[in-house]
């Protein structure tokens, strides 16, 4: 047995499905947080709890939710997704999504009011502003990217549920740790986990590195 | 005043010889048993300690886990004895003298279950070898556990020099987890797997799957208690560890066992050793 | 021209800024002053299109720029930030170096814009206007954070570049000199309400209404 290649191959799978959970998550939570952010309407404090009550969902339940959605006679069954590493991405969306929103959302409300009233009175589009607003809160933005995907890196409820955990297609690191421990391998389980966090530290140093670099 | 004292006195001595009935509680009341899931699954475990625990006193907190892990726990000194179905594993867990001895108590058999359609024709063949050769031909789905359990190794056994290599044979899905899970996955995918014929009973009723082949002598799967060695291990429950064994091999309980299962699934789910 | 017509601003039962009429017209400078609270920063905000109406029409024939009380420099350098802000590219570069020049920012063009102090970031806000092509300033205190040279420079490139845009101006101040220095048109608030109206000498000198009188002979010893 390889196991280099083998390990390998789920930090491969692990680091594509953050990526692509972090990602859409982010491009959905953001903007949706930004807007809800800078508005003043009748049902923000309601919305306001929406989002923060779902940060909250137990992943394994929001697993639960997916599974039956894309089970062969659910709803979606006919996409044929379960086991696989799309589904998984789709309930770490879920379980993200709130996340980015309410953090969003916050530094919004604190940091973008003025930011858009000066954009407005010097006439900057709409397109414009958004643009200015993201790059002006470089870091703040940053940190809501990194917990998204601490989150989404560190998951194991939701992915085991609808991933399957299956060999060389979607077992990740925490699933593959979870495995693991239930062989009885605990120290060998203990160093994946020490890998894990060592991925995590690495990806939250480059991307630091990235914003700092622009604002040099 | 006078008659709610006479009450209150009557409840207490009621209390009281309800007390008294009861056998006097062991020294050491709580017994760890480190067991795997497929044996928690089947549902056996909570149908027979009720009565060894009215009987004796004792209080059994069963830990289930993947065979592995559930030795590990032994080893680690978590528990009082175990309860698998890995005989190479057992051997080792005595040999390296964790465990005092080796008491296989039950068996039941493996079956090999599929899609109703049967696409790799299994139905009616001469031996789970030769079941597994067909899916292989056929290349049709397989779902096996991946972890090391007691389920896996007699899968691995039975495909002998041929084990599918799971990166490069698409069919055959190596899932690394229990038998509950693997069987929906099976379901879902259309897909055989080795399961004990237990928890495949106890779960029919959500899969879309059957009972293709069943009862070879290659599909035999032998239950053992092991009581963990107090010369190696600290803070060993012997007495419970021991009473529990005892009751476990017992006429009682083997009476128990055979009865296991009839009355939900119209036959025994397990058999007792003889002797 | 800017014309307002019954512009009501409430809140709930509370009316903070009632003004049946006012325009301001290009080449002209109108300057609101009033104490603190009577709504002369709503009137901008409602103007600026950053606060809205609870009533009233606001018609306005040109782009109107609108400099906040407290304006954010962005995290570029002082002549990024007005090189950001201007819509047209033709000889920016130019346009910007004189802007700088104007304002006394020249020495401070590559200096990280957050880091200026009160006034300088006043004068950038400025700065960041003047790049384009207005048809109305609506400034709010410009100087506010200025000491005395620094109110000077505000009220010269104000002056100058109305000269050579013939864009209206409508501004907020807490100074009687710098109303009489710019103002072609005074108009003075009070509880929302305009109070008094006239040109700066009129205005000062001669208020109409017992409360004008008040404010006017307070204001001057303040000032």
Redesign the interface.
Request: glycine residues 12%; aromatic residues 8%.
């Given at each position: 047995m390889n196991m280099d290649s083998e390990l390998l191959q789920i930090i491969g799978v692990t680091l594509r499905m953050s990526f692509f959970s972090t990602v859409i998550s982010c491009l959905i939570g953001m903007p949706l947080g930004v807007l809800i952010g800078k508005s003043v309407f009748k049902g923000k404090r309601t919305i306001k709890k929406l989002t923060g009550t779902l940060m909250g969902l137990p992943p394994v339940v929001a697993g639960l939710i997916v599974y039956m959605l894309f089970?062969?006679y659910g709803p979606f069954g006919s996409f044929g997704l379960?086991?696989t590493v799309e589904v998984m991405v789709i309930a770490q969306c879920m379980l993200i999504i709130p996340v980015v929103i309410n953090l969003t959302e916050s530094m919004t409300e604190i940091n973008a009011k003025?930011?858009i009233?000066?954009a407005?009175?010097?006439?900057?589009s709409k397109l414009k502003t958004s643009l200015?607003l993201l790059?002006?809160n470089k870091q703040s933005l940053l940190s809501v990217v990194l917990t998204a995907f601490g989150r989404s890196i560190a998951e194991v409820g939701a992915v085991?549920l609808v991933g399957?955990?299956?060999?060389?297609?979607t077992?990740v690191m925490t699933?593959?740790i979870m495995?693991e421990?239930?062989?009885?391998?605990?120290s060998f389980a203990l160093a994946l986990g020490i890998i894990l966090l060592l991925i995590s530290f690495v990806v939250n140093i480059l991307a630091s590195a990235l914003v700092r670099e622009d604002?040099e | 005043m006078k008659k709610l004292l006479a009450i209150l006195l009557s409840v207490v001595m009621l209390l009281s010889f309800a007390a008294c009935a009861k056998e006097k509680t062991p020294e050491n009341p709580v017994i760890r048993m480190s067991t795997t899931t497929s044996v928690n699954d089947s549902g056996l475990l909570s149908y027979l300690l009720p009565y060894f625990e009215d009987a004796t006193g004792y209080t059994v907190e069963v830990q289930s886990?993947?065979?592995?892990?559930?030795?590990?726990?032994a080893k680690d000194g978590n528990a009082d004895l175990i309860l698998v179905h890995s005989k190479a594993s057992e051997e080792e867990f005595v040999s390296e003298g964790y465990g005092v001895e080796r008491i296989p108590f039950m068996y039941n058999y493996f079956v090999v279950v599929g899609p109703k359609s049967d696409p790799a024709g299994v139905k009616g063949s001469e031996s789970a070898a030769a079941a597994f050769a067909k899916i292989a031909d056929a290349k049709a789905n397989f779902v096996s556990r991946?972890?090391?359990?007691g389920t896996h190794k007699a899968e691995l056994k039975i495909w002998g020099d041929n084990v599918p290599d799971?990166?490069s044979d698409s069919w055959y899905?190596?899932?690394?987890?229990?038998m509950g899970?693997c069987l929906t996955?099976a379901s879902?995918?259309g897909a055989y797997c080795l399961t004990d014929k237990a928890t495949f009973l106890a779960n029919a009723n959500s899969l879309?799957l059957e009972i293709v082949l069943s009862e070879g002598e290659d599909m035999k799967n032998t239950y053992s208690l092991i009581e963990c060695n107090p010369e190696k291990l600290d803070g060993v429950n012997t007495e419970g560890a021991r009473a529990l064994i005892e009751w476990m091999t017992g006429k009682e309980c083997s009476e128990l066992i055979a009865k296991y299962g009839e009355e939900q699934y119209g036959s025994a789910l397990f058999y007792l050793i003889e002797e | 021209m800017i014309k307002i017509l019954n512009l009501k601003k409430q809140y709930g039962e509370r009316t903070v800024l009632n003004i049946p009429e006012l325009t301001v017209n290009k080449g002209e400078t109108v300057v609101v002053v009033g104490p603190n609270g009577s709504g002369k920063s709503t009137l901008l905000r409602i103007l600026?299109?950053?606060l809205s109406k609870t009533d009233g029409e606001v018609l306005a024939d040109g782009?109107?720029?609108?400099?906040?009380q407290?304006?954010?420099p962005?995290?570029k350098s002082v002549k990024e930030n007005i090189l950001f802000?201007a819509?047209d590219s033709k000889e920016i570069e130019k346009r910007c170096d004189d802007i700088l020049s104007e304002l006394s920012l020249s020495h401070l063009a590559n200096k990280k814009a957050k880091k200026l102090s009160g006034g300088e970031c006043q004068r950038l806000?400025l700065g960041?206007?003047i790049i384009?092509q207005c048809d109305f300033l609506?400034l709010d205190e410009p100087t506010s954070a200025m000491d005395i040279e620094g109110t000077e420079i505000i009220e010269s490139v104000i002056k100058k570049y109305k000269q050579e845009t013939g864009c209206g101006i409508l501004m907020t101040t807490h100074s009687p000199k710098q109303a009489k220095n710019l103002a072609d048109r005074v108009i003075m608030l009070h509880e929302g309400q305009i109070a008094e109206q006239g040109s700066p000498d009129e205005l000062l000198s001669n208020p109409q209404t017992n409360w004008g009188k008040k404010f006017i002979d307070m204001w001057k010893i303040d000032t």
């Open positions: 089970t062969k379960l086991f003025k930011l009233e000066t407005k009175g010097l006439n900057f200015l790059s002006e085991s399957g955990n299956i060999q060389w297609k077992r699933t593959a495995l421990t239930n062989k009885g391998n605990f604002e | 886990a993947g065979t592995g892990a559930a030795i590990q726990k991946g972890d090391d359990s799971s990166k899905i190596s899932a690394g987890q229990g899970a996955m879902e995918k879309e | 600026a299109g950053i782009e109107i720029y609108y400099m906040p407290q304006s954010i962005f995290s802000s819509k806000a960041r206007i384009n609506l």
